[in-house]
């Protein structure tokens, strides 16, 4: 009797630690390209989403339950994005921090929509992520009003619009090509930034779009030479971008490319090789230079990682669910999503950020670079 009486007493005993170590863990899921030809972009989310994890964590966590961070491999491929989604139903995940392609994020958004999940993506820009009753979302207008989708950068029409005013008012006269990569993100922001040209009096000369993975655009450079194209703008990520400049040079063509967020990787110039030298984009302040980030941002460096492009942005959006989570006392996605809607203000390491009744930031800040060789020999992007 007394056995099973101890027995029994330790049985108890493991089921309440286990009931425990259950409730003291919150588990969020991060879901991004970690592997293929965006993985540099996965990269950056890792890092900023395990830094933020690992120093919420050594605080106490979030309500004192611990993160613990699943990753979600999408490849950059939208069917595996609904994958990844639907296993963080299976696993009972109510957070998402992720997706980094528009084209992955608004699929596997409607999953998490479906079961009452909150996400909050640190680079999709195309305007339908969030916006889908307002901008050319073609299939994704009839989105229910309950999505629960936040993003902590900003959107194509905020981006097209300072890149058209730069074309329009500093490459005035030049002949423009305007190439797309067929993507949400990329077509885009593409014609977003020719919508905007075109509303000032421009008019492209070649508006085209190629395929992601494509490796010989020798054919478009040669109809680009045709048509004296003095300015290509490119909306797509950094793999082609650098190919497509790379063979421009090789073919002697001068032209200026001009891009925007999804060539933020140093990778671009490894592609691209010195050609690269000149390149325009648009992307929000350097958050690595903001005092706020600059505690974290010593970290990283310390451990050989360089926090560039959406880093940062990835660290805020976990900063921002931490706060919210806390303020509303449980990890519920609707309070959570309802008190992120209300426009309150959330200090991050990228600044200030509040949301609309959309989920979208309220301060857009888009600025632009030039890609520029280094005093150490290093081509990377500089603020203007």
């Given at each position: 009797?007394?056995?099973?009486?101890?027995?029994?007493?330790?049985?108890?005993?493991?089921?309440?630690?286990?009931?425990?170590?259950?409730a003291e863990t919150l588990k969020i899921g991060?879901?991004?390209?970690?592997?293929?030809?965006?993985?540099?972009?996965?990269?950056?989310?890792?890092?900023?989403?395990?830094?933020?994890?690992?120093?919420?964590?050594?605080?106490?966590?979030?309500?004192?339950?611990?993160?613990?961070?699943?990753?979600?491999?999408?490849?950059?491929?939208p069917k595996q994005g609904v994958s990844v989604?639907?296993?963080?139903?299976?696993?009972?995940?109510?957070?998402?921090?992720?997706?980094?392609?528009?084209?992955?994020?608004?699929?596997?958004?409607?999953?998490?929509?479906?079961?009452?999940?909150?996400?909050?993506?640190?680079?999709?820009?195309?305007?339908?992520?969030?916006?889908?009753?307002?901008?050319?979302?073609?299939?994704?207008?009839?989105?229910?009003?309950?999505?629960?989708?936040?993003?902590?950068?900003?959107?194509?029409?905020?981006q097209g619009a300072v890149a058209g005013d730069?074309?329009?008012?500093?490459?005035?006269?030049?002949?423009?090509?305007?190439?797309?990569?067929?993507?949400?993100?990329?077509?885009?922001?593409?014609?977003?930034?020719?919508?905007?040209?075109?509303?000032?009096?421009?008019?492209?000369?070649?508006?085209?779009?190629?395929?992601?993975?494509?490796?010989?655009?020798?054919?478009?450079?040669?109809?680009?030479?045709?048509?004296?194209?003095?300015?290509?703008?490119?909306?797509?990520?950094?793999?082609?971008?650098?190919?497509?400049?790379?063979?421009?040079?090789?073919?002697?063509?001068?032209?200026?490319?001009?891009?925007?967020?999804?060539?933020?990787?140093?990778?671009?110039?490894?592609?691209?090789?010195?050609?690269?030298?000149?390149?325009?984009?648009?992307?929000?302040?350097?958050?690595?230079?903001?005092?706020?980030?600059?505690?974290?941002?010593?970290?990283?460096?310390?451990?050989?990682?360089?926090?560039?492009?959406?880093?940062?942005?990835?660290?805020?959006?976990?900063?921002?669910?931490?706060?919210?989570?806390?303020?509303?006392?449980?990890?519920?996605?609707?309070?959570?999503?309802?008190?992120?809607?209300?426009?309150?203000?959330?200090?991050?390491?990228?600044?200030?950020?509040?949301?609309?009744?959309?989920?979208?930031?309220?301060?857009?800040?888009?600025?632009?670079?030039?890609?520029?060789?280094?005093?150490?020999?290093?081509?990377?992007?500089?603020?203007?």
């Open positions: 009797m007394k056995k099973n009486w101890i027995t029994g007493v330790v049985a108890a005993a493991s089921m309440l630690l286990a009931t425990s170590a259950y991060l879901g991004g390209p970690f592997t293929g030809p965006n993985a540099a972009f996965g990269a950056q989310m890792q890092k900023g989403a395990e830094q933020a994890a690992a120093d919420f964590n050594a605080a106490g966590g979030i309500m004192g339950m611990q993160i613990e961070l699943v990753l979600g491999d999408d490849v950059s491929d989604a639907n296993k963080y139903v299976g696993e009972g995940i109510k957070f998402v921090v992720g997706h980094f392609n528009s084209g992955v994020t608004m699929p596997a958004s409607e999953v998490y929509r479906e079961n009452g999940m909150l996400a909050i993506t640190p680079s999709a820009t195309n305007i339908c992520v969030t916006d889908r009753k307002n901008g050319p979302c073609g299939n994704w207008t009839e989105a229910a009003p309950d999505l629960m989708m936040f993003r902590t950068c900003g959107r194509d029409d905020q730069y074309i329009v008012n500093n490459l005035k006269g030049k002949v423009v090509a305007v190439i797309h990569d067929k993507t949400p993100y990329g077509q885009g922001l593409a014609d977003a930034t020719k919508a905007d040209i075109n509303s000032k009096g421009v008019t492209e000369a070649i508006y085209e779009g190629i395929n992601v993975g494509d490796k010989d655009f020798s054919a478009l450079v040669s109809k680009m030479k045709q048509a004296n194209v003095e300015v290509v703008y490119w909306g797509g990520l950094h793999t082609e971008a650098g190919l497509i400049v790379r063979q421009m040079r090789d073919q002697g063509m001068t032209a200026v490319m001009m891009s925007g967020d999804g060539i933020t990787s140093d990778e671009f110039a490894s592609i691209g090789g010195p050609g690269v030298e000149g390149t325009l984009m648009t992307f929000p302040p350097d958050p690595r230079n903001r005092p706020e980030a600059a505690e974290v941002v010593k970290k990283f460096t310390d451990a050989g990682f360089n926090p560039e492009a959406y880093t940062l942005y990835t660290y805020a959006a976990m900063e921002i669910l931490k706060a919210a989570i806390e303020k509303v006392g449980a990890a519920d996605p609707a309070k959570v999503g309802e008190y992120m809607y209300s426009g309150v203000t959330f200090k991050t390491v990228i600044g200030d950020i509040a949301f609309d009744k959309k989920g979208d930031i309220t301060r857009p800040d888009y600025v632009l670079y030039t890609w520029k060789k280094l005093a150490d020999g290093k081509i990377t992007y500089v603020a203007d």
